[in-house]
Structures are given as C-alpha cells and as structure tokens.
C-alpha cells in the first residue's frame, strides 16, 4: 500500500476536496474565524476546510500553533461547533508538527472534539468530526482508533440517503483502514461504494484516481480471503485504470500483487516478470513494495533452485525493508515475517541448519506476535469498547442536558427580572447612604486634620522643650565645672543629674501624642518582639524623633552611657545587626 505520512496527507486531501478558494488577506482576523468556525447548517465542514487550508498556507510551525493558541483562549467558553472544529484541526497539526508528547494526549483531544459535536445534536457534524478524528488517528499509527472513528462517522451518514453514497473519498479510506484491521468484508462492502456510485463532472478526476485504489483495496480484500479468481479481477480492473491514466507507480504496484497471485498459483514463469517489473517501478519510491517484489522472487529462484540467487535477493528485501522510514500499521512486520520465512527455507535449500533455525524462531516469534495484535485490536472490539462508554452516554447526556438547558433557561430568565427590580432598588438605597457617608467621612476627616495638627504642635514644643532644658543643663554644668566644688556646688550638680525631665505622667501625654503622628508604632514594635520592655519602647520612640543620646538621657533621667546601653538593648531585642542604621530602621515600622 502506501506509507502512514502519505496515507494520512492523502486522507487530508480527500477530507478537503470541497474546499473553495478564499482571499488570505481577508481570513486574519480572529473575529472572523470565529464567525466562520461557529456556522451551523451545510455545508458544516466549510469553515474547518477553509482553516486548514489556510493554515497549511502559511507553512510555520510558530504561526500556526499560535493561532490556536490564540483561538482556544479566545474561545474558551463559546460553543460547541467552534471547539469541536478547533480540536479537530488542532489535533491535524500537532501530528504535522510533530508538537506532541504522547499518543493519550492525541486521544484525549479526538475525543473531546466527538464529544462536543454530540452536544450539538447536529448528526451531520457529528460524522463530519468523526471523520476527521479518524483521519487524525491515521496520522499517529492507531488503526483500530481510526476504524472505530470512521465507522461511527459512516453510520451517521448512513442516515442520510442523500450522503451517504456519495462520500466518495472518505468510503475509499474507509476501506482502506479496515483492510488493514482485518475486517475484510466490511472494507470491500464500503470501498464498493466508491465504484457503484460515480460523482458528478466536478471531481470525475480525482474519483477516476482514487477508483485506482479502491479495485486494487478489494482486491487485497479477496487475496486475503483466498478468492484468487476475485482478487485477480480487480487488480486488472486497478491496472487498467491506471493505464488510463498513465500512473506508473499503480502499474508497478498491481503488477506486484498479480505476480503474487501466480505465485500462490506456483505459476513461476508468469509471475517472474510481472514481480520484477514491480520491483524495477517501485525499488525508488515504494520500499515495502519493493521488498515485497525482492522477497516473492526469492521464492522463485527457490523454485528454480537458484539458491544462491535466492539469498541474494533475499538479503536485499531485508536492507530494503530496513531502509523503510516510515511502516503502515502492522504492514511492515507483515512483509518481514514474509522475508524470515523466504530467509528460513533459503537457508534449509542451502543446508546451512544454524541459519535456518535462527531465521525459522525469528518467522515463529514474528508470526506469534503479529496475530496477537490483530486479535486484540479487532475493529469489533474497538468499535463495541468505543460506543459503548462514549456514544452511548453522549446521546443520553446530550438529550438530559436538552431538558435541563430549557429548565435553566427559563429560571435564569426569571431571576435576572427579580434580581434587575432588587437591583434597582439596592442601588437607590445605596446611593442615598453614600451621600451621607460621604458628607460624615468629610467631617471626620476635617476633625482628624485639626486633632493630628494639634498633636504636631505640641509634640514640637515638648521637643523644643527638651532641646531648651538640655542644653540648659549642659551649660549650668558645664559652668559649675569650672569652678572649685564647695558643698552647696556638689549638691546642686547632683541634683541637676537626678533631674528627669519626663516624669511617667509626661511619658503617658508624650505616648498620646505620638501615637497621633505616628498611629500603631508601639502595636508594630510588640509584634516585632513581645518581650520588649518599657525603657526599651521608650528609647524607640525617642530614636524615631531623631534626638541626640544627650537628649535622650536629659529627657528620661539617665546617663549618656544608659541611653547607649539601653540602646544596644533595644539593637539585640529587635534582632538588628550592628550594622544595621537603628534610626532609618525604626522610621520605616
């Protein structure tokens, strides 16, 4: 067949064959993909069509993430035509761009977009997304998943006479993808649908093309069924119509799958060189088709007892198949378990046992393991494990939330009339409190003016006072000094020592007036540090003022030497490290 990359770009085109040609210049504005992402009504997939193109356009990975960036935030919570869309696309080009981590992630997207498109109730939309996603899962190798979404897609469309038949490129992927589950049957009923329903003249060209396929599909369906004779007719019905259209590359392909046939046949003479034209078509472009071709003429030279020429052409599918960047599903394992057995019965001719045991385990374990994947991935028990936790509960949610939406509605309805009359009325009654809230505060504040101007003017003059009778008494003792000490002397010195010119009294006014200009300083300074004492808490306030230490000791009644000690005190308590400016420090609580 073809490799996942190229199916998947492939299903993207044949997703898009009804898109129309647009103006650039006039598709950037986020409003207007709004606009056009939100249509209900057919055609529903214009406006997705129209986005991919238009992305695809633009050709940058930076570009194009954020644009959906952009959209998701803008979007957020508009409706479910519009998310369901950019989900879809999101998830086409997070697998282009390869912006991914993980293959759940992918899912949980795909899902999310089904999901929103059952909110719609819209079937058609729904098929359509569905669609989509199972495009999508192509591109990220989950066949079971892309059979699963295609199938529940086509039953939607089923509904529709009019569709039905006519989803010409989305039938051939279709069938495709069940080929590949090993749901023969189904993949021939829907790939059928493409030859027995012709499109009209506008897209005649592309059909005839894709029939190219779709003869050649069930033909592999019928070779894989063992009806040879049925196989064969429709590979030279593929054949004939890419002789039509000149598609060397379909011709290579089919003659492969003829040769094949003759081969089961053990008809060696005609299958020889309709498989080495297969390989000389395809050896540049179709590796799994060209290993393919190398692997069925090794059987032939084993037939001929040209063992030495089988091994070679052996080893050569082999590096051949290892070259192959990309494998559709299971189809490269399938064409190596095909080489280990060519590989085995080569070496068995050539009587080399080693290898023949070696490469004999290798088609046993191969074969093992490929059948073991095709089990558990059965379209029937996606398709069953699907439906039954998703369609199944979207219906059901989607019917419920139907009611509950009217039921809501209707209530919201009434409660935005209450609430506007109550509103209305709380608002009137709000205004006339303002008013004389307003004229009050203004009061209160004119009064806070006064009372904290008065406050200033006093703290002032207590300060001035200090100032005054501090330097008094530095210049009394200082005169004294200079004189000799007679008794009447000594005792006015000490007395003018012991003088404390804030008593407790004063302390309790000073406090008052300081906590006006400075409202909180002593809660501030607790919280700091409980344990602070009185001393402490006044030599802050007294710091906070930014008097001298002479001041300071003049003003409580204490030494200089105090008034540092107590200082270093205060330093230790509050946690200040000596470097620490203890006055630019006590300015800012």
């Given amino acids: 067949m073809i490799t996942p990359k190229s199916f998947f770009i492939c299903g993207y085109i044949l997703l898009c064959a009804c898109t129309t040609a647009f103006s650039q210049a006039s598709l950037k504005d986020l409003d207007y993909w709004t606009r056009e992402l939100s249509k209900k009504g057919m055609p529903i997939d214009s406006g997705y069509l129209k986005l991919e193109d238009y992305l695809n356009n633009l050709g940058d990975t930076a570009a194009t993430l954020g644009f959906f960036e952009q959209m998701q935030k803008k979007n957020r919570f508009a409706g479910p035509y519009i998310n369901a869309r950019l ?38 939309f729904i098929a359509f997304i569905s669609f989509a996603c199972g495009t999508n899962a192509i591109g990220y190798q989950n066949l079971e998943l892309a059979a699963t979404y295609l199938l529940k897609g086509q039953e939607y469309y089923d509904r529709f006479d009019s569709l039905s038949n006519k989803r010409y490129f989305e039938n051939i992927l279709l069938g495709e993808v069940l080929f590949h589950c090993m749901d023969y049957e189904k993949s021939i009923f829907y790939t059928r649908k493409v030859i027995e ?55 290579g392909i089919n003659a492969g799958f003829i040769g094949g046939l003759y081969l089961k046949k053990k008809d060696y003479k005609r299958a020889k060189p309709l498989v080495q034209y297969c390989y000389d078509i395809t050896k540049n472009s179709e590796l799994q088709h060209a290993a393919k071709s190398l692997q069925q003429l090794a059987e032939i030279y084993l037939a001929e007892n040209k063992n030495d020429s089988a091994l070679l052409s052996i080893r050569e599918a082999k590096a051949t198949l290892d070259k192959l960047a990309y494998g559709y599903y299971l189809q490269p394992e399938t064409f190596l378990e095909k080489i280990y057995y060519t590989t085995a019965d080569t070496y068995r001719a050539l009587g080399i046992r080693d290898s023949f045991n070696l490469y004999n385990q290798l088609y046993n374990n191969l074969h093992d393991s490929v059948q073991k994947v095709y089990l558990l991935s059965s379209t029937k028990i ?5 439906d039954n936790e998703n369609n199944f509960r979207a219906i059901e949610l989607l019917q419920q939330e139907k009611k509950n939406a009217a039921i809501k509605r209707n209530l919201i309805i009434l409660s935005v009339v209450l609430a506007s009359i109550a509103l209305l009325l709380y608002l009137n009654s709000v205004r006339l409190k303002h008013k004389r809230r307003h004229e009050l505060a203004m009061k209160e504040k004119n009064a806070a003016e006064v009372e904290l101007n008065a406050a200033k003017e006093q703290m002032k003059k207590i300060t ?12 009394l ?23 404390t010119i804030l008593t407790e009294e004063q302390w309790e006014n000073f406090k008052q007036l300081f906590e006006k200009i400075h409202p909180g300083f002593f809660i501030r300074l607790r919280e700091r540090n409980r344990d602070i004492t009185l001393a402490e808490q006044r030599m802050a306030a007294l710091t906070r003022l930014n008097l001298t230490a002479r001041q300071m000791a ?21 946690q200040f490290s ?5 006055e630019e420090t006590l300015s800012s609580i």
């Fill in 578 to 582: 000596t470097e620490t400016n203890l």
């Fill in 382 to 386: 996606a398709k069953m494990r699907v």
């Fill in 477 to 499: 003792t200082a005169q004294l000094s200079h004189r000799e000490h007679n008794t009447e002397q000594e005792q006015l010195i000490n007395e003018i020592s012991r003088q």
């Fill in 464 to 475: 001035e006072n200090v100032i005054e009778k501090t330097a008094l008494v530095e210049k």
């Fill in 554 to 574: 003049s003003m409580l009644g204490i030494s200089v030497d105090s008034v540092h000690k107590t200082k270093q005190r205060l330093r230790q308590r509050l």
């Fill in 87 to 124: 989900k879809a696309s999101g998830v086409f080009f997070n697998i282009k761009y390869n912006n991914y981590k993980s293959d759940n992630e992918l899912i949980l997207q795909s899902e999310q977009a089904i999901n929103l498109a059952y909110e719609t109730g819209d079937e058609q």
């Fill in 197 to 251: 329903h012709p499109p009209h003249d506008s897209i005649a060209n592309r059909y005839n093309f894709t029939l190219v396929k779709g003869y050649n599909t069930i033909g592999q369906n019928y070779d894989r069924l063992n009806q040879w004779d049925s196989a064969l007719a429709y590979y030279e019905r593929s054949n004939a119509m890419a002789e039509e259209k000149n598609s060397t590359i379909w011709k």
